[in-house]
């Protein structure tokens, strides 16, 4: 079991940056596939970008590519999304989401992700 908290939020002006934090307890953390999700006032939750056990393969939502880096250091049990450039529409409260897995890419299902951090809120100000 592992359980997660996210950290870093706040209000940027637009074309800023923020970076992230997930950390999350237990000892096999690498063992994890770890997701980054967002929801903005009355939409879903999306997908934004995943990350490996291992760290070697990440993937991101096409909004987010060239702007946001998901990277993570497991021997501080810790992922990161550095996220640039910031636009208005990135507004949004961030989750991060890991699921037992040690092959392939992270999954971009929120329904494939069980544990689940309390969310942290990004504020973009144009």
């Known amino acids: 079991q592992v359980q997660l908290v996210e950290s870093g939020g706040g209000l940027v002006q637009a074309g800023g940056s923020l970076r992230l934090s997930c950390a999350a307890s237990?000892?096999?953390?690498?063992?994890?596939?770890v997701g980054w999700f967002r929801q903005a006032p009355g939409k879903e939750r999306e997908f934004v970008a995943g990350i490996s056990g291992s760290g070697r393969t990440t993937n991101y939502a096409d909004s987010v590519k060239g702007r946001f880096t998901i990277s993570r250091d497991n021997a501080k049990n810790t992922v990161y999304l550095q996220m640039n450039d910031l636009k208005s529409e990135d507004t949004a409260v961030y989750y991060c989401?890991?699921?037992?897995?040690?092959?392939?890419?992270?999954?971009?299902?929120?329904?494939?992700?069980?544990?689940w951090g309390q969310g942290t809120q990004v504020t973009v100000s144009s």
């Open positions: 237990g000892r096999t953390f690498n063992i994890y596939k």
């Open positions: 989401a890991a699921e037992p897995g040690t092959w392939g890419p992270a999954p971009t299902g929120r329904l494939e992700y069980g544990y």
